[in-house]
Every structure is written in C-alpha cells, then in structure tokens.
C-alpha cells in the first residue's frame, strides 16, 4: 500500500520542445511590448500629440510619484495605502454579507424566493453607475468603499448560491445516515462543500474590486489613491503621472490577484481538494 | 428483539413515486424478517426496487406504506442505528480518512478521547493503519470503500446496509473486498443488508438471497446459502446454485 504514496513523487516536469517554445514566447512577451508602446509614442510627439509618453517617461514619472507626486502632493506608497484601505473595508464588507446571505440563500428555496427578483434586478446596475449617488448619499470616505462593496458583493453571492447548491446529494444522505440533524448537515456538509465555490467568487470580486476604486476615485479622492493619480496627472497635464497611476493600478492587481489564488490554493489543500 | 432474534421486520412495504399523472409503483407487497447478526443480500436486476427498500430502511426515502421495524421500534427516520455504506462512497473530501470515520461520533458529540479509540479501531479492522492523515482523492477505489464501511461500523449501528459497495470497484479489488467484508462481519457480528445485482457475490457472502422482480419490485424467491465459509466459487453446489438464481432471472427477463 505504500506504493500509493510513492505514486504522488512521480511528478517530474519534463522540458519538452512545446515547453521551451511557451517559455521563450512568454519571456519575449512584455519587451515586445514595451518597445511597441515605445515607437507608438515616439511617433505620436512627433506629431505634437504629447498624450502619450514613452516608457521611460512613466518610468520617471514612478520614481517622482514615489517620493511625491504632483496631482495629490502624497508620496506612491501613501496614495497606495489609501487605496488599499478602501480596497480592503469594501471587500470584507461585501465578504461578510454575501457569504451567510449566500449560504442562506442557497439553503432556503423560500428565502431564495423572497430575494431573487431583487438581486436579479440589482445585479446588472454596474458598480460604477452607483458611484454618482454614493458620492451624494454616502460621504468621500464611505463613497469608494461602498462602490467596492457592490463590486464584490454579487459576484461572491452568486457563487456562494451555486456552490450550496452543488453539494453532491451522496454526502449528503451519508451524513443523515451517521446521524447528522438538519444543522449539522448544513454546518458540517453544505458549508464546507461551498467553500471552493466561495473563493472562485472571491477571486472573480478581487478583480471588480480593483476596477471599481479606480473609478470612484477618480470620483472622489479624499486623501489619495492611486485613481487620484490618474485623475489629477490628467488634470494638471501630466501625462507621465496619469500612466504611472495605472501601472501602479496593473501592478496592485495583479498581486492581489496573485495572493488571491494563493489563499485559495491553500483551502483546496487544506480541505484536502488538489 | 422479540426473543426470536428478529432484529428488523419489514411488513407489506409499499412504494410508489408520482410519475406524470398516474403513479409508479416502485416496490409492492415486500416482507422480510431479518435475524441478528444476519447476512441478507438483495439480489435483481437494476430497476427492481431493491436500492429504494435498502433506501427505505436507512430512514432516507419514506415508504407509502406498510410497516419497518427495527429492534421492535418504528423505522421513522435516518438515524445512527443503521450505518449505510454507498457504492460511489459518499466520503467526505475535505475530510481525512480519520475524520472521516469518526463524523458519526463527532455529531452524536463523543468526547475525543473515545473518538480517537473508535476510529483507531475501526481503521485498524480495515486495513488502513497508516492512511488515517490521508484524502479520500489520495486513495484507491478498494481503499475508499473501506474508509467508507469504517464510518457506517464507528457508530456502532444495528444494522450495516449496503448499495452496491463494490459496484464500482474493478473485478480483483471487488473479490478481495468481499472477503474483507466476510472477515469484518464475522468480527463485529453485524447484521448486514447487502444490495447487488450480481448472482455470484451474492452467493458468495450471503445467509439467504432475496431475489427481487422488477416493475413493480416484488420478492419472487427467498434463498437460504448453507454452503460453508470460506466458500469455493469452483465447488459444485456453489456453481449450482448460482446456475439456478441466473436461469430464474432469466426467465423472469423474458416474461416481462
């Protein structure tokens, strides 16, 4: 039987033509666009249209909004830190709601009932077209925040719904027949099934999440943030700050995203999943 | 038990589904006394109703009609006195094999010290010392199942009942698993409800044969094994009587 566990070293990555050629594609990939973007704006100041800087212009423009950038007088690190503050408030929030609610939701047709034509109807309001009212309704400091809110809130919803739903009626019967009550087969075999479905949810409201602060902040922006960068580099024609705000943008995503997958790596393994 | 060593009573059992405008009659007329410590197969074809009255008797379908009785008490419900081992398994993946094992004893809330002891015995009478830290997906087919009548034994139940358990395993696993299960039968003493459609391994495990008919699901014969454990599959009355319970669904298959 130990042959079993001997089985999961045998996973060995060979090097095979097909890999060396993706892995050479994806190295190329980013300097070939670099030096794309590079003749494009060239070209473009050569027609005196100044929108769009080069590559190392933005470069610059990085390293001055690092210590202080002239839109929102902040240093990078503060204008990031704004915005993961709201990042983060709005997130959890919208985790904390759409998660028991989900899990309601999924369990009771009745309340299911009761919501579906209001959620169905709420879903498709983009995030951002609530950002006018949230600014007049809601102060500068709850405005973006709530608009991140709304991001994460439907699409954690949803997949919490589904995820309920998707317990496999097997394990289900197995707990009743070990003497499972009504509770403990929710708490011990529906909740956990859902939660792999809960993450895919919280990955996909990881990416609206990013998407909605820039566009409240370009809103709002008490205090910074990096939309506030985009807005005011624009603002006051500084086009090299506007794009270094939404590298900053790319960069920020991408590592949420990053720690996103990890964290749900780590639950399939944990729940012994992968 | 009422003396005579009638552990479940299964009188005039009734089941019927709606089905468009009218009704399917899944199960009719199905009686059974089942005596402690008693192997019982139910053997017939697929569609024969013989999963529904397994179904019936763990608690998880209600019966249209007629009386189930378990120990003298009214079957009502599922509940720990019937373990019940599936034939996809129904392990639970999130959970290892030890927790597996001990989740009827986690929710009947047994304190941890005597999980610890159950599950370590009931892994022990498997086979699986040394797996318990291990997923159900790190395991073989074979190995599922026995996680899976480990759960169906901790919690102490009256009564094992059995959907098609090796119905998914491959054709050597399911021939070794079947004498893990006489081996663990005699052991524990359970009385055990083994549903298959396969002729040999229910001569091969069972104390009496309960062939079904299908549409509506009926019993149509009653066979006491007397043959000797371990039983030889080559010994002559072994071949016989697997012979004459293959020609009588044979028949019955080109009655209907």
């Known amino acids: 039987m130990s042959s079993l566990l001997d089985m999961r070293v045998i996973h060995k990555r060979y090097l095979t033509k097909d890999n060396l050629i993706r892995t050479s594609l994806m190295i190329v990939s980013l300097p070939i666009f670099i030096a794309f973007w590079w003749i494009l704006a060239l070209y473009f100041q050569g027609q005196n249209f100044y929108y769009l800087p080069t590559p190392l212009e933005v470069w610059d423009a990085l390293v001055q909004a690092w210590t202080q950038d002239p839109a929102t007088r902040l240093s990078l690190l503060a204008n990031v830190y704004a915005s993961l503050v709201r990042f983060l408030l709005g997130f959890l929030l919208a985790l904390g709601l759409a998660a028991p609610l989900g899990l309601l939701l999924g369990y009771s047709r009745y309340a299911n009932a009761l919501a579906f034509p209001v959620i169905e109807l709420l879903r498709p309001i983009p995030p951002i077209a609530w950002v006018p009212f949230l600014l007049l309704a809601a102060s500068f400091f709850w405005g973006p925040i709530l608009t991140i809110f709304i991001g994460v809130f439907f699409p954690v919803l949803s997949n919490v719904i589904f995820g309920v739903r998707s317990v496999d009626p097997l394990i289900i019967d197995a707990a009743k027949t070990q003497g499972a009550n009504r509770w403990q087969v929710f708490s011990k075999v529906m909740f956990p099934s859902s939660i792999p479905y809960m993450m895919a949810g919280v990955k996909i409201g990881l990416g609206v999440g990013w998407m909605c602060i820039v566009a409240a902040e370009m809103l709002a922006s008490q205090g910074g943030g990096v939309g506030a960068i985009i807005v005011g580099g624009q603002t006051v024609g500084r086009y090299d700050i506007m794009f270094a705000g939404m590298v900053t943008v790319a960069v920020l995503g991408i590592l949420t995203l990053l720690i996103g997958s990890l964290i749900e790596r780590r639950v399939k393994k944990w729940m012994g999943m992968e | ?256």
């Not at chain 2, 009659?25 to 109703?49: M, N, Q, R, T």
């Open chain 2, 1 to 256: 038990m009422d003396g005579n060593g009638i552990i479940l009573s299964i009188k005039n059992l009734v089941k019927a589904f709606p089905k468009d405008d009218t009704e399917m009659i899944a199960v009719s007329g199905f009686a059974l006394d089942v005596k402690d410590g008693e192997f019982i197969c139910l053997l017939g074809p697929s569609g024969c109703g013989k999963t529904t009255v397994l179904r019936i008797i763990a608690g998880l379908q209600s019966a249209t009609s007629g009386e189930l009785t378990l120990k003298g008490k009214p079957i009502t419900g599922p509940g720990s006195d019937r373990g019940m081992v599936f034939q996809e398994f129904g392990l639970f993946p999130w959970r290892s094999v030890k927790k597996n094992v001990e989740f009827g004893l986690e929710v009947q809330g047994v304190d941890e010290t005597k999980k610890n002891e159950i599950s370590k015995r009931f892994i022990d009478l498997v086979g699986l010392s040394g797996f318990e830290r291990s997923h159900p997906n790190q395991l073989s087919g074979g190995m599922k199942q026995r996680v899976g009548i480990a759960r169906a034994l901790a919690s102490n139940p009256e009564i094992l009942l059995m959907d098609e358990p090796f119905g998914a395993l491959d054709a050597q696993t399911r021939n070794l698993m079947q004498k893990e299960l006489l081996r663990i039968w005699q052991e524990t003493k359970k009385t055990v409800i083994f549903v298959t459609h396969s002729v040999d391994e229910a001569v091969f495990l069972a104390d009496r044969i309960v062939v079904m008919t299908g549409r509506p699901g009926k019993i149509k014969e009653i066979y006491t094994v007397t043959l000797p454990r371990p039983r030889d599959r080559g010994h002559p009355d072994f071949i016989n009587l697997r012979k004459k319970i293959l020609d009588e669904l044979e028949q019955q298959r080109q009655g209907t």
